[in-house]
C-alpha cells in the first residue's frame, strides 16, 4: 500500500513535468512572442526590448529558460505577470478561491443529482421514467457545454427577469459591488444568486454522466447471486437495497468522479468565460490572449495539480472501499 | 466438413423440413439485423449522410455565398434580418446569409472531426497493437505514453497548442488527434493481450506466419469492433471540442464559418438585439450532428459487440 501511493506521486509529479515541458514549448514555438507589440512599433528603440527581454530573461535560450522557470516555481517563485506588475503567486491565490468554488459546487450538484437518479432509473428499468432518463442524459452529454451555459443564462438570467421584473439570477460576476456591506443572509443570497447558473452549467453534464454510469453499475450488482440471495431469503427490499446493494454499486463511481475532473476544468474554463467568474479558467483565456508566459504556465500547473491529486485521492480511496484490490 | 453439406444429427432430423434455414448467415448479415433494431441509430445515420451530403455539395446547392454581405431593396445592408421568406435562419451581424453559414459550418467540424477519426483509428490502433501484441518493455513505455498523455488536463492543453498554432483545420485535426488517441489505444491493448493468446494466433504461428501478418491478417479483424465503436465515439468528441475551441476563439479562424464562432459572435447580440436566430440554428446543427455520432457510436456497438451492452440483460 504505501509503495502504492509512492509509485503514485512519483507518476502524478512525472506527469506534471511531462505538462510543464509540453505547454512551455508550446509557447517557445509560438511565432512572435509577447513582445511583438513593441517589436511592430518603429518608434519604440532596439535598446528598450533587449532591457525588457533581459528582465523577463526572454533573451536566454528556451532550455536555459525553462531551466530558470522550473527552479523558480518549485520554490515559489513564479515570476511577474507580463500584464501590469502583480506577482503571479498572488494572482493565482485570489483566483483559485473563485475556481474551486465554481467546481466543488458543481461537483457537489453532480453527484447529489445524478448518482440518485441512476439508481433510481436501475430499480425502475424500462419504465418510462427510465426510458426518459436515458434518452435525457444522451443528448445531454451531446450537448457542448458553452451551449448549456449560453441558454441558461439567457433563459434563467435575460428572460426569467424580462418577464417577471425581479432579478433571481445574474448573467456574470461572483458578487454585487456592495456586496461588503450587506447583511450575513444577504451576502448568503447574493453568493447563491451568482453562483447557481454557472455551477448548474458545469454540473449538467456531469450530472448525465453519473447517471448513465450508477445506472450500470446498479443494474450490474442488482443481478448478482449475492443480491439474489438476499432477496430469496426474505429480506425487505429497502433493506437490499441500501444495506446490500448500494455499499457495491457505489464503489466504480469514485474512480468516474477523478476521471471527471478534467472534464470538469475544461467545463470551468468555458463556463468562467461566459459567466465574466473571476476564476483561473477566465483568467487562463486572457492570458493566452496576450501570451503571458508566466501566467499561462502557473495556470497550467494549478489545473495539473488539480488533477494529478484528484486521481491520487480516488486511487487511494479506492483501495480502502473494494478490499479486493491489491497495491503491489 | 470439407463441403457445405449439412450433417445430419443423430435421430435423423431433416431441418428444412421443419421450415429451419440451413443458408449460412455471414457476419455482415448479422450486424445489418442488430444494426437494423436499433431505430435511432438508423435514424442518425440518415441524417449524418444527409449533414456529409450538405457539406460535400455545398458549392451545388442553391445556397447564397456564405462571406457575402446582403443588402436590402433601399440599398441598406441587411443586418440581423429575422427568418423570413428568402433568408429563412435569417442574416447575421453584417448581413450574411445564416442557413449558408450554418451549412457551410459543417465542413469546419466534419473536416477537423473526420480527420481526428481516422488518425486516432489508425495511430490508436498501432500503437496498442504494437503494446499489445509484443508485451514486455515495449509495452510498458508505449503504455506509460499513453497513460501521460491521457492525464493531461485536454482542454487546457488543446488551447494553448491551437493558440500557438493557429486555427487551420488540418492543425486542430492534427492536435486534437495527439490528445485523443489514448483510450483507444488503451481497448486495443487489452483486446491485443487476450486475442494473442489464443489458439488461432498459435495456428498461424506455428504454420509460420511473420508478426505483422499475424497482427493484421488474424488479430486485427478480430479487435475491429471496438475500433470502430470507440473512433465513433472520439469523433463525437472532436465536433465539441473543435466547437469549444471555436467558441473560445483558438479554433477556426473568420472568415470560415464554423458552429463554435457563429453562437460565440450570436451570444452577445442576443440579449442585446433579441438575435436569437444567430444562436439557435448554429447550436442545434452543432447538438444535431453530436447526438447522430453518439447514436451512431451506439448503435454500432449494440450491432458488432452484443456482449458489451448493459442495457440488454
Same mark, same amino acid.
Given at each position: 500500500?504505501?509503495?502504492?501511493?509512492?509509485?503514485?506521486?512519483?507518476?502524478?509529479?512525472?506527469?506534471?513535468?511531462?505538462?510543464?515541458?509540453?505547454?512551455?514549448?508550446?509557447?517557445?514555438?509560438?511565432?512572435?512572442?509577447?513582445?511583438?507589440?513593441?517589436?511592430?512599433?518603429?518608434?519604440?528603440?532596439?535598446?528598450?526590448?533587449?532591457?525588457?527581454?533581459?528582465?523577463?530573461?526572454?533573451?536566454?535560450?528556451?532550455?536555459?529558460?525553462?531551466?530558470?522557470?522550473?527552479?523558480?516555481?518549485?520554490?515559489?517563485?513564479?515570476?511577474?505577470?507580463?500584464?501590469?506588475?502583480?506577482?503571479?503567486?498572488?494572482?493565482?491565490?485570489?483566483?483559485?478561491?473563485?475556481?474551486?468554488?465554481?467546481?466543488?459546487?458543481?461537483?457537489?450538484?453532480?453527484?447529489?443529482?445524478?448518482?440518485?437518479?441512476?439508481?433510481?432509473?436501475?430499480?425502475?428499468?424500462?419504465?418510462?421514467?427510465?426510458?426518459?432518463?436515458?434518452?435525457?442524459?444522451?443528448?445531454?452529454?451531446?450537448?457542448?457545454?458553452?451551449?448549456?451555459?449560453?441558454?441558461?443564462?439567457?433563459?434563467?438570467?435575460?428572460?426569467?427577469?424580462?418577464?417577471?421584473?425581479?432579478?433571481?439570477?445574474?448573467?456574470?460576476?461572483?458578487?454585487?459591488?456592495?456586496?461588503?456591506?450587506?447583511?450575513?443572509?444577504?451576502?448568503?443570497?447574493?453568493?447563491?444568486?451568482?453562483?447557481?447558473?454557472?455551477?448548474?452549467?458545469?454540473? #449538467? !453534464? &456531469?450530472?448525465?454522466?453519473? @447517471?448513465?454510469?450508477?445506472? $450500470?453499475?446498479?443494474? +450490474?450488482?442488482?443481478? *448478482?447471486?449475492?443480491?439474489?440471495?438476499?432477496?430469496?431469503?426474505?429480506?425487505?427490499?429497502?433493506?437490499?437495497?441500501?444495506?446490500?446493494?448500494?455499499?457495491?454499486?457505489?464503489?466504480?463511481?469514485?474512480? #468516474? !468522479? &477523478?476521471?471527471?475532473?478534467? @472534464?470538469?476544468?475544461?467545463? $470551468?474554463?468555458?463556463? +468562467?468565460?461566459?459567466? *465574466?467568474?473571476?476564476?483561473?479558467?477566465?483568467?487562463?483565456?486572457?492570458?493566452?490572449?496576450?501570451?503571458?508566459?508566466?501566467?499561462?504556465?502557473?495556470?497550467?500547473?494549478?489545473?495539473?495539480?488539480?488533477?494529478?491529486?484528484?486521481?491520487?485521492?480516488?486511487?487511494?480511496?479506492?483501495?480502502?472501499?473494494?478490499?479486493?484490490?491489491?497495491?503491489? | 466438413?470439407?463441403?457445405?453439406?449439412?450433417?445430419?444429427?443423430?435421430?435423423?432430423?431433416?431441418?428444412?423440413?421443419?421450415?429451419?434455414?440451413?443458408?449460412?448467415?455471414?457476419?455482415?448479415?448479422?450486424?445489418?439485423?442488430?444494426?437494423?433494431?436499433?431505430?435511432?441509430?438508423?435514424?442518425?445515420?440518415?441524417?449524418?449522410?444527409?449533414?456529409?451530403?450538405?457539406?460535400?455539395?455545398?458549392?451545388?446547392?442553391?445556397?447564397?455565398?456564405?462571406?457575402?454581405?446582403?443588402?436590402?431593396?433601399?440599398?441598406?445592408?441587411?443586418?440581423?434580418?429575422?427568418?423570413?421568406?428568402?433568408?429563412?435562419?435569417?442574416?447575421?451581424?453584417?448581413?450574411?446569409?445564416?442557413?449558408?453559414?450554418?451549412?457551410?459550418?459543417?465542413?469546419?467540424?466534419?473536416?477537423?472531426?473526420?480527420?481526428?477519426?481516422?488518425?486516432?483509428?489508425?495511430?490508436?490502433?498501432?500503437?496498442?497493437?504494437?503494446?499489445?501484441?509484443?508485451?514486455?518493455?515495449?509495452?510498458?513505455?508505449?503504455?506509460?505514453?499513453?497513460?501521460?498523455?491521457?492525464?493531461?488536463?485536454?482542454?487546457?492543453?488543446?488551447?494553448?497548442?491551437?493558440?500557438?498554432?493557429?486555427?487551420?483545420?488540418?492543425?486542430?485535426?492534427?492536435?486534437?488527434?495527439?490528445?485523443?488517441?489514448?483510450?483507444?489505444?488503451?481497448?486495443?491493448?487489452?483486446?491485443?493481450?487476450?486475442?494473442?493468446?489464443?489458439?488461432?494466433?498459435?495456428?498461424?504461428?506455428?504454420?509460420?506466419?511473420?508478426?505483422?501478418?499475424?497482427?493484421?491478417?488474424?488479430?486485427?479483424?478480430?479487435?475491429?469492433?471496438?475500433?470502430?465503436?470507440?473512433?465513433?465515439?472520439?469523433?463525437?468528441?472532436?465536433?465539441?471540442?473543435?466547437?469549444?475551441?471555436?467558441?473560445?476563439?483558438?479554433?477556426?479562424?473568420?472568415?470560415?464559418?464554423?458552429?463554435?464562432?457563429?453562437?460565440?459572435?450570436?451570444?452577445?447580440?442576443?440579449?442585446?438585439?433579441?438575435?436569437?436566430?444567430?444562436?439557435?440554428?448554429?447550436?442545434?446543427?452543432?447538438?444535431?450532428?453530436?447526438?447522430?455520432?453518439?447514436?451512431?457510436?451506439?448503435?454500432?456497438?449494440?450491432?458488432?459487440?452484443?456482449?458489451?451492452?448493459?442495457?440488454?440483460?
Amino acid at each position: 500500500m504505501f509503495n502504492y501511493i509512492i509509485r503514485r506521486i512519483v507518476y502524478g509529479v512525472v506527469t506534471l513535468i511531462a505538462l510543464s515541458i509540453i505547454v512551455f514549448s508550446l509557447l517557445q514555438m509560438s511565432g512572435g512572442g509577447p513582445l511583438n507589440r513593441l517589436k511592430s512599433n518603429p518608434r519604440i528603440t532596439q535598446e528598450y526590448i533587449a532591457d525588457i527581454e533581459e528582465f523577463y530573461g526572454l533573451n536566454e535560450p528556451a532550455w536555459v529558460q525553462y531551466r530558470i522557470w522550473a527552479t523558480n516555481y518549485v520554490q515559489g517563485e513564479w515570476g511577474i505577470s507580463f500584464q501590469g506588475t502583480q506577482p503571479v503567486f498572488e494572482i493565482i491565490k485570489s483566483r483559485t478561491g473563485a475556481t474551486l468554488r465554481l467546481m466543488l459546487t458543481a461537483l457537489f450538484l453532480a453527484v447529489m443529482i445524478g448518482v440518485p437518479f441512476g439508481i433510481y432509473q436501475a430499480l425502475r428499468q424500462y419504465s418510462f421514467f427510465d426510458q426518459l432518463g436515458t434518452t435525457v442524459s444522451f443528448v445531454t452529454f451531446s450537448t457542448p457545454i458553452f451551449l448549456i451555459a449560453i441558454g441558461m443564462q439567457i433563459m434563467f438570467a435575460v428572460y426569467l427577469e424580462r418577464w417577471t421584473g425581479v432579478k433571481f439570477l445574474y448573467t456574470g460576476g461572483m458578487n454585487v459591488p456592495g456586496y461588503n456591506d450587506l447583511g450575513t443572509l444577504a451576502r448568503f443570497g447574493d453568493t447563491v444568486q451568482h453562483l447557481i447558473l454557472p455551477a448548474v452549467a458545469i454540473a #449538467l !453534464i &456531469s450530472i448525465a454522466v453519473y @447517471a448513465r454510469f450508477q445506472r $450500470a453499475s446498479m443494474l +450490474e450488482v442488482y443481478h *448478482s447471486d449475492y443480491l439474489r440471495t438476499a432477496k430469496a431469503k426474505g429480506l425487505p427490499r429497502r433493506r437490499v437495497i441500501f444495506k446490500h446493494a448500494l455499499r457495491n454499486a457505489l464503489i466504480p463511481i469514485v474512480t #468516474l !468522479i &477523478s476521471l471527471d475532473i478534467a @472534464a470538469l476544468i475544461g467545463g $470551468a474554463i468555458i463556463t +468562467e468565460t461566459i459567466f *465574466s467568474w473571476p476564476g483561473l479558467g477566465r483568467q487562463y483565456i486572457n492570458a493566452i490572449g496576450t501570451l503571458d508566459y508566466p501566467m499561462i504556465m502557473a495556470i497550467v500547473m494549478a489545473l495539473g495539480i488539480g488533477v494529478v491529486v484528484m486521481n491520487l485521492i480516488a486511487d487511494i480511496a479506492y483501495g480502502f472501499l473494494d478490499p479486493r484490490v491489491r497495491y503491489d | 466438413m470439407t463441403d457445405h453439406t449439412i450433417q445430419q444429427p443423430v435421430g435423423g432430423q431433416d431441418f428444412e423440413a421443419e421450415g429451419l434455414s440451413v443458408e449460412p448467415i455471414s457476419q455482415w448479415d448479422l450486424f445489418r439485423a442488430r444494426f437494423g433494431r436499433h431505430r435511432l441509430a438508423m435514424v442518425s445515420a440518415f441524417i449524418l449522410f444527409i449533414i456529409v451530403f450538405a457539406a460535400v455539395f455545398a458549392d451545388v446547392l442553391p445556397l447564397a455565398d456564405p462571406t457575402a454581405d446582403f443588402v436590402d431593396a433601399d440599398g441598406r445592408p441587411l443586418v440581423r434580418a429575422a427568418p423570413r421568406a428568402d433568408f429563412i435562419f435569417g442574416t447575421d451581424t453584417i448581413g450574411r446569409d445564416v442557413l449558408s453559414r450554418v451549412i457551410y459550418g459543417s465542413r469546419a467540424s466534419l473536416i477537423v472531426a473526420g480527420v481526428t477519426g481516422l488518425g486516432v483509428a489508425f495511430f490508436g490502433t498501432i500503437i496498442g497493437a504494437v503494446a499489445g501484441y509484443y508485451g514486455g518493455a515495449i509495452d510498458q513505455v508505449l503504455m506509460r505514453f499513453t497513460d501521460l498523455i491521457l492525464s493531461l488536463p485536454l482542454l487546457p492543453v488543446a488551447i494553448v497548442a491551437a493558440a500557438v498554432f493557429g486555427g487551420g483545420l488540418w492543425t486542430l485535426a492534427l492536435l486534437l488527434g495527439f490528445l485523443l488517441w489514448g483510450t483507444l489505444a488503451r481497448i486495443v491493448r487489452a483486446e491485443f493481450l487476450s486475442l494473442r493468446e489464443k489458439e488461432f494466433v498459435e495456428a498461424a504461428r506455428a504454420a509460420g506466419a511473420r508478426d505483422r501478418r499475424i497482427i493484421f491478417r488474424h488479430v486485427l479483424p478480430n479487435a475491429m469492433s471496438p475500433i470502430i465503436v470507440q473512433s465513433t465515439l472520439i469523433v463525437g468528441t472532436a465536433i465539441i471540442l473543435e466547437a469549444a475551441l471555436s467558441f473560445l476563439g483558438f479554433g477556426v479562424q473568420p472568415p470560415t464559418p464554423s458552429w463554435g464562432a457563429m453562437v460565440s459572435d450570436g451570444a452577445q447580440l442576443w440579449v442585446s438585439a433579441g438575435t436569437w436566430w444567430l444562436v439557435i440554428f448554429p447550436g442545434l446543427a452543432l447538438i444535431i450532428t453530436v447526438l447522430s455520432v453518439n447514436f451512431l457510436g451506439d448503435g454500432l456497438r449494440d450491432a458488432l459487440d452484443p456482449t458489451q451492452t448493459i442495457e440488454r440483460r
